[in-house]
């Protein structure tokens, strides 16, 4: 009986910690997830402006 009692405490203890990294991990992925979100955001608008940074030197080649 007393096995039995230390083998369910044991069990509650590690669901209990499993639980905590659960919750960790799912935070840590969520605010990953945010700052990908924010770095493509960034790349799009660096791409945007290198293309148009080309755009106006071919612009000017032509004029040229």
Do not use: F, H, P, V
């Not at 044991?10 to 960790?24: C, P, S, V, W, Y």
């Amino acid at each position: 009986m007393k096995l039995l009692e230390r083998t369910t405490g044991q069990m509650i203890d590690l669901l209990t910690k499993i639980k905590t990294e659960n919750k960790a991990l799912k935070n840590k992925l969520e605010e990953l997830t945010y700052d990908k979100s924010k770095l493509m955001q960034k790349n799009d608008q660096a791409k945007t402006r290198l293309e148009s940074m080309i755009s106006r030197l071919k612009a000017l080649e032509q004029t040229a």
